[in-house]
C-alpha cells in the first residue's frame, strides 16, 4: 500500500521542546544529574511523557543510552482520544505520515511500519492518522530521542485497551512480523532497533477522581510508596508472562497511562528476545519521581511551560526504566 507524504504537526507545543536551543538547555541542567550507571545494553525501555520541566531528569536516565537507527514507539491512547475516536479496543493503531516533527528536522518514519501493516493481520491493527494527531504520548520520546540520535527512524504505535489474554495474542503476532523484518535487514536487537514504551504513573487528586489515601502529605508518600511497589513487584528483574498479567490486574486499582502500553511493549520485546535464543529479559528502574516532590525545573527564559500544576491535591507520577538481555 502506499503512504502519505504528510509530516504530523506538533500537538503540545508547551510540555515539550521543539528547537534545539530548547533541548541544550535541559540537558545542560540534567546531566549533572546522572544517578543510574551505564549497565548492560539495553533493548527496550519505559520513559514517561510528562512535561519536560517537570520530568526531564527521569527521560534522561534512559535516553542517552539508546543509540539505534531504529526505535519502535508504543504509545498510550489517553481517554480524550478514546472519545474522538469512537474508543476503539483490542487493536493497535498505526499512522502514515511519512514523518514527524523533530526539534532539528522531520523524523522519518521506518519502512518497518509498512512492513508490519502488509505482514499482520488486518484484525490486530486499524490505520488512523486522526488518532495519532490527537495524542501527546509518542510525540513526547521525540526530542529526548532525537538529541541522542539525530537520524533515529521511528515505527509509532498507538495501544488500546485490551485484557492480557488479547495482549499476549496480538504482541505474538507483531513479534513474528518484527523479528522477519528484522531477520531480512540483518539487523541486531540492541544495536540497532530498540523497544521504547511511552507511559505516566499514578494520576493522584480530585481532577482525576482518585484521592484513596486522602490529599494531604501522609497520602502523596503512600501513594508515591505504591507506584513504586507495582514497579518492583510488575515491571523490573526477571520480566515473564506472569508478572506482566500481575501488573495488568493491579492496574485496575490505580490511574496510570501506561496499563495498555507497557504489557504490550514488554510481551513484544521478550517474545523477539525469545526467538533469537535469549530466554529472558531483565528490567532495571532507572528513576522514579513526580510533579509534587521535585516541581518544576528552575530553568528560565526558553519559551517552555508546564500544562498542568502540581500540589498535594493533584499530582502524577512517572519514571523511568531499562530491559536488557539474559
Keep these: 500500500m502506499g503512504f502519505s507524504q504528510e509530516i504530523r504537526e506538533i500537538k503540545d507545543d508547551i510540555g515539550y521542546c521543539w528547537s534545539l536551543a530548547q533541548m541544550d538547555r535541559i ?113 513526547g520520546m521525540l526530542p529526548f530521542l532525537e538529541y541522542f540520535n539525530p537520524d533515529v527512524r521511528i515505527t509509532p504505535i498507538m495501544v488500546t485497551a485490551m485484557p492480557f489474554s488479547r495482549a499476549d495474542e496480538v504482541s505474538s503476532a507483531l513479534a513474528d512480523v518484527i523479528l522477519e523484518y528484522i531477520k531480512v535487514n540483518n539487523i541486531r536487537l540492541g544495536d540497532d532497533i530498540f523497544f521504547l514504551i511511552s507511559a505516566d504513573a499514578n494520576h ?45 490486574q493491579e492496574m485496575k486499582n490505580v490511574v496510570w497511562c501506561g496499563k495498555y502500553s507497557i504489557p504490550m511493549g514488554l510481551l513484544t520485546a521478550k517474545k523477539v528476545a525469545e526467538h533469537m535464543g535469549k530466554m529472558e529479559i531483565w528490567g532495571e528502574l532507572l528513576r522514579y519521581s513526580d510533579t509534587y516532590s521535585e516541581g518544576v525545573l528552575p530553568i528560565h527564559d526558553h519559551g517552555m511551560g508546564i500544562t498542568a500544576p502540581f500540589s498535594l491535591k493533584h499530582w502524577v507520577g512517572f519514571f523511568s526504566a531499562g530491559y536488557y538481555m539474559k
Design 27 to 139: 540537558i545542560e541542567y540534567v546531566r549533572e544529574d546522572t544517578i543510574a550507571s551505564e549497565g548492560s545494553q539495553l533493548i527496550a525501555g519505559i520513559s514517561p511523557h510528562d512535561d519536560y520541566l517537570y520530568a526531564a531528569r527521569v527521560y534522561y536516565q534512559l535516553f542517552r543510552r539508546i543509540k539505534t537507527k531504529e526505535v519502535v514507539i508504543f504509545g498510550v491512547t489517553h481517554a480524550t482520544v478514546r472519545k474522538e475516536i469512537g474508543d476503539p479496543q483490542n487493536v493497535l493503531i498505526f499512522d502514515d505520515y511519512s514523518a514527524w516533527k523533530g526539534s532539528r528536522k522531520p523524523i522519518r518514519v521506518s519502512g518497518l511500519r509498512e512492513y508490519i501493516i502488509k505482514n499482520l493481520d488486518t484484525t490486530y491493527y486499524r490505520i488512523s492518522n486522526r488518532a495519532h494527531e490527537l495524542e501527546h504520548s509518542i510525540e
Design 204 to 248: 493522584y487528586g480530585n481532577d482525576f477522581n482518585n484521592i484513596p489515601f486522602g490529599v494531604d502529605s501522609t497520602a502523596h508518600r503512600t501513594g508515591v510508596n505504591n507506584d513504586v511497589r507495582l514497579i518492583k513487584e510488575g515491571l523490573i528483574s526477571e520480566i515473564t508472562d506472569k508478572k506482566i498479567d500481575f501488573f495488568m
